[in-house]
């Protein structure tokens, strides 16, 4: 195992940094990712990666066209697919996203949906005969589908989805229809052009009743010429902020006919003489959500942890301004304003990423439970997943598009990779679930709570038992120095505390003031948003400072630590209206922990790229000109460069058709 | 004029909305644009541009590759400068700015530095013979010249640029080098593939002795067949974020020889014996920038506007969620989590548009004082022009980004104009001055102007009086619906005197603490930023209030009013620490800050529509499908998504090449 990453020929001062390091950036790595088995692992499957010549790029795909990286794209995946026995199939989480980032960089692709959730949904709705016919077919690549749901009129509120599925009793069909612009199927990736199937979910009619929203399957193009079937009308919806790579697609339905065996009747069903048989639970459906969410919490930490390292490590070899006239320029690192714009953000990465584990942990505790009828967790891992993603997703676009600035005119280009993890990641604080719809999730059952305790009647989940707690009415926050985790964690549940009660209470006043409950919760649902983070940041502060309470390595330790109460210290910082709320913090204590941050800041710069070479990014997993390994950026940036298409000719046209006749009539006036 | 934007055929819920006005739209934006003039104007150009054939995008850019986007923009370039005519030349601040967003869209083109950056250098680096040669042909468009002053290794720090220009007094040349990578001229626009010629920062040396940085002038290409000259590599550097249509380039030096008298020599001159004479004052040359930099907060300031229109525009027409079942769906703008999002910025870009008139003004003011001799306002001006472009474009930033994420999935698609506006606006934040080293150099003044204070020494700055006056204990604020203008004026002041005060005071303290200067001053930086900010914000109220001031019709004052204490409140909140430090504010009063916004919201909403119709953006302005005028949003991006690339066949290559070979190898096995 590489225990040190130094080699000859590497930028000095990036040599100098590792050289300087408190700790065994091995010893780090194992413990972040679970053990040096995992390292060991994760070495293999990029030398693999590395050795099979289908899945390279034959030049940077931030230099090729939409329809150039689409195409590679479908090239790779295919590629990959075929050699997925050398992944585990039972740790999709880990190995799998791994592996997919590897060969697919930060990008989707044809397949993204036909195994995020076309497998799902068929393993989730179909009925016994479905699956068996179903599942094989879409398993072993004989189709690629893909899921529909989303119209151009309508995403979150999925019951108002107008696309109908009508009840034919002579034919023993379902007619597909889309009954107006708004009704158009928008946004799925892969339905433009590379699905040949899709789950639709559509209003069910019978009889023109609306029986509500169902699942059904349908076969969109000609499995042998690929075209469009009579009936469907399909494209690609155009170039987006990101995820160039991925065909996302529109669908309009012309009455098109499916079988009614292509309903999927796990739950419901139609009988061929069109009755109706509802489902006897309505809500089991939500597996696919929480399972993809669970993933992207893991997935969006280590965008976040790309970003910082390239920060860091460019931050490292960049030199600019001097403290002393005529001395060497200091490197940007050294800046307490660079460091305060970077090392809050590396902080989360390590939060996050541990955060994510407990989740993963959860989702699987859970999807046993289920398997045994059991339900209980359900709750908690639905307030969790939710929760999690809107807060993680965001404060990971912030910190990326921080690091991505504090890089200076070069974290603008492409060769820093920062645009591309940007406008990757900051898509999820969107899809699956969009943020602020999420929170108010959270908050629904966070007010829920409140008002089953005030009313003594409280039977509370395992994460809202805090809620509970006796009032504290001040902090005994002193200095960064002596604070334990105890004392930090009660500060944030306290200030959780003071949040949510203080949000129930207000909701409470404004239905004194006659207004509505719905009237009421929209007036206050700012402070509601804000009640589900600081209830979600709570919980990951205790699963950061138990997490890393495992660690026996003193040296790596004392890192942990520092990491935590920069991240405990910022947090408050940055929602210093909540902390300081009833005076739980006082004036005083807010500049201690302002002062503390600038501290923590200066104790950790020496280790800041060993703690960044400690995520164990190889150059192929970066993809940044500024972030590689050996620190040598411009002249790589210089190479990089000439790439460009404009520079596939020393002249471009434009000097012949425009430019050139433009000087040259002024030229020769002079 | 245009007093109210409903026409047949609109989006109901829109015509609705402009129905429901409580204002004149044609009023409010005669205020905005400075009277019922100026307004007939924007118009008029309007109408030209729509009506020239050779401004007009053969599809819309989105759709182009970078080479099309560059050759389109070259075009349009060209035709633009040969109708420039059209507008008056005295008012580039409005007119010109205007008439080239409305040709150009959100882009740079190839002729950005030379109007930008070589023609202003010229008019203040060139002695009288230079200007004579010079000037007419760059003004004729004869050549075409940008300014490469970065390097791979240098931007903000320009004493440290590499690149030298060694004096031969046998051939009376100097000799351009460039003696490593990291010397590399790297970013200036057009330089890559447009320009013929460029002015270059290089360090004088004459006789082994560095004279310092001094501009020179240097040809590129040849002028007949555009080819780069023997002794220039040249090209252009890559993708970037954004600003595609723009060759931004690099640029390495072979001992590459000038004549003598291509060194500007209006301060500085080389004799032909080599003897140097110094200039005599050696801060003469920063002009250009703040005069970019005052364009600058103007164009940032209508970047938020269009960001916001769209937003709200789409918010209207967009339903989502019902608040009773059964019933219609709500429009989004009805939610208070959506016009929290958006209106702080809508209010924003109000107070941002109005300061760059007062940074404009200030800038015509000291440009006239400037030629009569008189240097008392160059440091007023460059300390705001400085604050202002690092406030303004950070902000601006995160105002569009909420913007986009408030649109949900379909912000994140070019169709809504989103992501383009973000990208070209977010480059301000790092060009023309990093906003962290301008925030710095306005808190150097400031430690400057409390450091004269304490020592009763002070001749304050007009914009520095405030800090003089008594410290005030406490706010006053009770509810939003009475305080008075002065009383947040008050506020601010005195948060912006605590957070400076403080400062000063720290840095005292960490020099007491045995840092030198220089360490204490790196320590103290986070805090530094902040004073800063609060003195520019602090000062665009002020501007803001007192502009409003003039407004004579009721209905325009009183949203106006309701903008400014929505501007306040936001800032207020959004600086919690500044303004609770010293207790200056209680919780309570915090509470009912909070509070006052979401009521102030609620006010707002139902003219939400109308303000943003009074920015009086065209459709081709604002080039967005989710902006567009007549609220019909669907149907026109489904055909915007038609011009797909990947729509120009039914299916693609994939297929016949990767996916359905895998598909069909699968199902023959089932």
Redesign the interface.
Known sequence: MRHNLIEPGDNEDITKERRGASFSVGKMAAFIYGGEDKLRRRHEILKFVESQEDFQDPIPP??M???ER??NN??KI?AMTNKIAFIDQSDIFEEGLFFQSLVMGRDFH?MSLHYGMFIPTIQGQADDDQLDYWL??AV?????GTYAQ?E??????IS?LETTATYDRETEEFVLHTPS??A?K??SGGL???S?YAIIPAQLIIDGSNKGLHMFIAQLRD?D????LPGITI????????IPGI?NG?LIFNNYRIPRKNMFMRYSKVLSNGEYIAPKHSKLRYGTMVFVRSIMVRDQAMQLAAAVTIAIRYSAI???????PGSK?VQIL?????Q??ILPYLAQSFVFLFAATEVKDLYMRVTKQLSDGITELVQELHILSSGFKSVVTWEVAKGI?QCR?AC??H?????SGL?EIY?FA??G???EG???VML?QVARFLMKTVKEIRSSNAHLEEIAKYLLSNRKYRSNFRMWQTVKYEDLIEDFEQAARNQIYFTFD?LQQLQKDNLSL?EAW??????L?QASRLHIICFMAKSYFSKIAQCTEPEIARILNLIGKLYSLHTI?SH??SF????YMS?EQ??NV??G??EIL?NLRPDAVAIVDSFDFSDRELHSVLGRRDGNV??A??E????????KT??????E????P???S??S??
């Open positions: 931030e230099f066209s939409r329809e689409v195409e479908a090239r295919v044809a094989p077919l072993t690549r004989g189709i690629i989303t151009l009129g309508h995403g979150t509120n108002r612009v708004s158009t928008w946004w433009g052009k590379s040949n499995l010429t690929h075209m469009p494209g690609d919806i155009g170039p987006k902020m990101g065909d529109f960049r030199r600019q301004g001097e403290w002393k320029e050294d800046y307490r304003t660079q305060y714009r598009e600035l200076g005119g974290g603008y280009s492409h060769a645009p406008s900051v898509a604080c969107t899809y969009e943020n602020i108010l207000y719905e929209n007036c206050a649902s700012v402070e948003c910082s210093c209206y300081r709320k009833a005076d004036d807010m500049k302002k002062c941050i600038y200066g411009y002249g940036m210089l990089w460069a000439k790439h460009s298409e404009l520079n020393e002249v471009l046209s434009t000097f058709k425009f430019l050139g433009m000087m040259e002024s030229r006036k002079i």
